[in-house]
């Protein structure tokens, strides 16, 4: 099955930017022309987030109808997501999955089942962020009250395994966005717990951490700073991704 390496961008209402550990941001810059080199550079699908929609509660249908007209490619968006007809408005002007995040824990898992009733479990992608407390315990992370929810990680799991998503979208706050490596441990448990197929993201540096990852697993990987900027040091931003030799390597390789 050919390998999923997926750039995973941020908005922040009108800009592109990329968070540190979900603390720091970095402006990147116009959105519409970081999608285009995106597109150019022939990416299979492209993820946006925009943290800006969630905590505004407000989704910017303009800048993303804009968006999608410059891509190309399968478009996935999460953000301000409250309803079936959010997700309608984002269907018609070009995107074809959709993240949910908090409205999943603020009702049950119902919401989600209204949803894959209504538009397919293929297009339905549940993102969970997962951070470490002060016991260097893995936690379930709600990064708007900067604080955990209730429910355990594998009593989440148990839960969703239940449920028939397109797809859960783990994202490691400890690793986000410092390029210096994935928790393969972690992921390689998590992976083997779940039933749905599974995108993870957090710590990617190096095309080595990316090959790391699919030696550990045969799920799908999300990437940010990797894809936005030239080195791990400088951070200068540099829109890229991988090579027809590193695709090839990736592709070909099945260890």
Known sequence: MKKRIIPVLTL??????????????????????IVKMFNDLEVDELVLIDIGATKNNKINFKLLHNIASQAFIPLTYGGGIKSKEDIKKLMNIGYERFVINSKFYDSDISFI???????????????????????????????????????????????????PLGELFFNFVDNDGVMEGMDLTK???????????????????????????????NDSLGVGSYFVFSSKKTRGVLINYLNTEQLNELHNNND
């Open 12 to 33: 922040d209402n009108d800009s592109m930017v990329k968070v540190i550990r979900f603390k720091e941001k970095l402006y990147l810059g116009d959105p519409l022309n």
């Open 113 to 163: 089942n209204e949803l894959i009733n209504e538009f397919g479990s293929q297009s339905i992608v549940l993102s969970i962020d997962i951070k470490k407390d002060s016991l260097n315990e893995f936690k379930i992370y709600n990064y708007l009250e900067d604080n955990y929810h209730e429910i355990s990680l594998d009593s989440l799991i148990k839960k969703l395994n239940q449920c």
């Open 187 to 217: 992921v390689s448990m998590i992976s083997k717990k779940i039933n749905n197929r599974a995108l993870f993201m957090g710590g990617i540096g190096s095309f080595s951490d990316i090959k790391s990852f699919f030696s550990a697993v």
